[in-house]
């Protein structure tokens, strides 16, 4: 149970990194998935990148870190 913990924990660390990264308060999903090889390298085991990265931004915006402004569009809050 706890490698889960872990596991999702580097995902959301790791999705964090490529916003900052970004460094814009507001970014689309085409902007975040130009990470998609990097996020690639640190989780080779996961087949569904894309879906991964939405699942995560949802996590954030869940706790209020962005908000989702349509369109395939987010902004950091």
Request: proline share 1%; net charge positive; hydrophobic share 40%.
């Amino acid at each position: 149970m706890g490698e889960i913990a872990c596991a999702k924990k580097k995902w959301l660390m790791d999705i964090l990194k490529c916003l900052e990264k970004l460094n814009m308060k507001n970014f689309s999903l085409n902007d975040i998935y130009s990470f998609e090889n990097f996020l690639r390298e640190r989780h080779p085991l996961n087949k569904n990148i894309k879906a991964k990265i939405r699942q995560q931004l949802q996590i954030l915006r869940d706790f209020n870190y962005l908000k989702f402004v349509g369109s395939g569009n987010y902004e950091i809050l």
